[in-house]
């Protein structure tokens, strides 16, 4: 509970979470959402919103595979295999289409597995596999639950081909959005995304139905940077979260997931531990004191326009709220400097 009220109290408005296949599918066709009605209550109770990633693997329908959880790992492990057979594709789909039908009406974003173009699809990233699998379960949970949101495939990255493979299945016809997680390096900060978000929604519009072009939402669904001691400062991280959150507004993506919450551990060296607004021990970090200031400076404020007559690498984003005040956020790639503005 702590970690909600802090959560809340610097303004974010949605919460990513795993919603694992095997811990509610322990017995084949009997399904445990207690541990998920206890979290969507508190997240109720605070304002906040659940996307639920529909995700992983059950041993009751797929055995045993040597894989990687990552490239570059030392030698393959022993994992249970993802979803690729019909039975378990199947029993995939009835799981979430259940999941789906239990929390209607609780506002929910599901999301079809987590980064199935990387070491989280087992043996091997397989696109046809996964395509196979995530049409099967968006038609489940369209007909289980017709007002459900669905979104997939949360890639890692921008993998194109893969990524065209995905969207020319027809899955478009039951998606609400397409997510994706844009990471770049260090050195390149979030306003690189916009051409990616430019290629990715002309690829979308390609392949959606005709009576959805240009009615899917793209969602940066898990993005951030590590505050270690080869990554961003402490001070840049903030930065760049802010501009992660603004940069994507300005580029028409309604919704944005900072990965991540809190850092996973104490190592100043490890990239995994040092991705947190806050720390392991939920001492706030600048960049939630950043994000926490922008969230209560813009609450209530619509993004108008961004300002002409600046430079390229000058940023000037108007708001505007019900009332007619406006309010700007500007930043700059450049060396800082003074310019001049004509609202």
């Known amino acids: 509970t702590r970690d909600l009220d802090l959560i809340t109290n610097a303004g974010f408005k949605f919460v990513r979470m795993d919603f694992g296949w095997e811990g509610t599918e322990r017995t084949a066709g009997v399904y445990d959402w207690t541990a998920y009605d206890e979290l969507t209550a508190h997240l109720e109770q605070r304002g906040l919103r659940a996307i639920y990633i529909l995700d992983y693997v059950n041993g009751l329908y797929e055995p045993m595979v040597e894989a990687r959880r990552a490239v570059g790992e030392p030698a393959p492990e022993q994992h249970v295999a993802s979803p690729r057979h019909p039975e378990s594709v199947a029993a995939f789909a009835r799981w979430a289409a259940a999941a789906a039908r239990h929390f209607a009406g609780r506002q929910i974003l599901w999301e079809i597995y987590n980064e199935p173009n990387g070491g989280f699809w087992r043996p091997k990233p397989d696109a046809a596999e996964y395509t196979t699998m995530a049409l099967a379960t968006a038609k489940a949970i369209r007909e ?200």
Not at 177 to 205: C, M
Not at 241 to 250: E, I, P, S
Not at 265 to 279: C, I, K, L, W
């Open 144 to 343: 289980a639950e017709p007002s459900a949101s669905i979104i997939a495939p949360a890639m890692s990255g921008f993998d194109w081909k893969y990524m065209e493979t995905f969207l020319q299945s027809g899955v478009l016809e039951f998606l609400d959005g397409v997510s994706v997680h844009p990471y770049r390096a260090p050195n390149r900060s979030p306003e690189t995304a916009a051409a990616d978000y430019k290629r990715l929604r002309e690829l979308i519009d390609r392949c959606a139905p005709e009576s959805k072009r240009g009615k899917i939402a793209i969602l940066s669904g898990e993005w951030g940077y590590a505050s270690n001691t080869k990554g961003v400062s402490l001070e840049t991280q903030a930065a760049f979260a802010v501009r992660q959150q603004l940069g994507n507004l300005l580029n028409g993506i309604p919704l944005s997931i900072w990965y991540d919450w809190k850092n996973d551990g104490r190592d100043p060296a490890d990239n995994e531990q040092n991705f947190g607004t806050v720390t392991e021990d939920l001492q706030p970090k600048p960049a939630y004191t950043a994000l926490k200031t922008m969230t209560g400076e813009l609450n209530g404020y619509r993004l108008e326009r961004r300002l002409d007559g600046t430079a390229e690498t000058d940023f000037v984003l108007v708001f505007v709220n019900g009332a007619g005040a406006r309010k700007a956020a500007a930043w700059t790639l450049a060396e800082p400097h003074v310019v001049h503005l004509t609202a």
